[in-house]
Every structure is written in C-alpha cells, then in structure tokens.
T-cell receptor, first 113, second 111 residues
Framework: DSGVTQTPKHLITATGQRVTLRCSPR?????VYWYQQSLDQGLQFLIQ???????AKGNILERFSAQQFPDLHSELNLSSLELGDSALYFC????????????FGPGTRLTVL | SQKIEQNSEALNIQEGKTATLTCNYT??????LQWYRQDPGRGPVFLLL?????KEKRKERLKVTFDTTLKQSLFHITASQPADSATYLC??????????FGKGTRLHILP
C-alpha cells in the first residue's frame, strides 16, 4: 500500500459526460501528479501540482482540468468525454518535487461507452 | 519531440540469470531517469533513480547505468527470480519537471 488513495476505483459513463476523479496524497506529501495510461499510449504525464500551485503540465487536453486544494487532495475533472478517454488514471504523490520518489495510487479505471 | 524507447517485445530470462532492460531517449538531456515496476492493473512502484552526473546506481539485486553520450540507461536484475516478472518502465524527468514515460518492457522470468 503506497499511502495514496484514489476514488472511485471504477467509473463507467457515457460520451459527452463529465466526471471527477479524486486523489488523496500520502500524509505530508506536497506534490500530486496525474497520469493517464492506455494500452496503446502507455503512461502519459498529465499535470503536477505542488502545494496548491500548478508546477508542470504534460499532455493534458483542454477538456481536462485539475486542481489541488488547501488540504492537498487533488481532483481531476474530465469533460465532454470521448470513447478514447477510456483508460486507467493514476495519481502519484511525492514529498516535494524534482528528484523525489513518486508513490502511485491504485488508479481509477474509466470506461466511456 | 521527446521520445523514450524501451523494448516493446517481452523479455524471457531463465531464473538465476541477469535480466538487462534498455531505455533509449532522444532530443533532450534529462535531469535524471527513474525506473519503475508495474504489475497488471496496479500503479507503478518506484525502484531506482539516477541523475545525469551519475554513471551507476545499485540497490540490492538491481543496478542502473546511465550513459548521456549514448542517451541510454540500462536496468539490470541479477539472480533473477520468477517474482521479478512484471513490466518495467523507464521515466525521463526534464529540468522543467515534465516527466516522460516509456511504454515499458514486459519481463518474464522462467523457472
């Protein structure tokens, strides 16, 4: 158990809908990262937050947004969902940023029908 | 654009032998490289990190090398065991903190 929690574990929704994925980092960790993993694309870095501020941005679509709250938990919002958004979404946390080890959560499996 | 390449083919190694996995990157010199293990349906687990000014890092049966001239990192598991069977991911971390993962190499240790 990495200490990172993600909810929900599974999510099934329809195209055009909007969903919110939630992540609680390990106690004391200030950085949160979001990743998308699909079979053909591998693990894709989406975005990183550090202590409430956006730190680095990867291949995140404009339909997706994220934030980190004062209690350090984070949410990833996915809107206007398409079939191709079906994937595993992982959250990871680290104590700071840069060279710190990232601890991954168990993931949320999103299925868009 | 930045690319990381790992062997897309699965690697089959006899138990007790050394498994060597390759990670090649293009275009951008990373601040450091990380290696992760991922089991099916689970999140990656961090194994080792090596910085651009380091040649080699070890942890128990694991060894990572980093050659910035060749733009390559090698990941070795010595005295391999069936429990080492998993997918191994290489991740390049840039100086602007952006992270790029390879697609991973599936390793099978045969008893």
């Amino acid at each position: 158990d990495s200490g990172v929690t993600q909810t929900p574990k599974h999510l099934i929704t329809a195209t055009g809908q909007r969903v919110t994925l939630r992540c609680s980092p390990r106690s004391g960790d200030l950085s949160v990262y979001w990743y998308q993993q699909s079979l053909d694309q591998g693990l894709q870095f989406l975005i990183q937050y550090y202590n409430g501020e956006e730190r680095a941005k990867g291949n995140i679509l404009e339909r997706f947004s994220a934030q980190q709250f004062p209690d350090l938990h984070s949410e990833l919002n996915l809107s206007s969902l398409e079939l191709g958004d079906s994937a595993l979404y992982f959250c990871a946390s680290s104590s700071r940023t840069g060279t710190d080890t990232q601890y991954f959560g168990p993931g949320t499996r999103l299925t868009v029908l | 654009s930045q690319k990381i390449e790992q062997n897309s083919e699965a690697l089959n190694i006899q138990e007790g032998k050394t498994a060597t996995l390759t990670c090649n990157y293009t275009n951008y010199s990373p601040a450091y490289l990380q290696w992760y293990r991922q089991d099916p349906g689970r999140g990656p687990v961090f194994l080792l990190l090596i910085r651009e000014n380091e040649k080699e890092k070890r942890k128990e049966r694991l060894k990572v090398t980093f050659d910035t001239t060749l733009k390559q990192s090698l990941f070795h598991i010595t005295a391999s065991q069936p429990a080492d069977s998993a997918t191994y991911l290489c991740a390049l971390v840039r100086r602007d903190d952006k992270i790029i993962f390879g697609k991973g190499t599936r390793l099978h240790i045969l008893p």
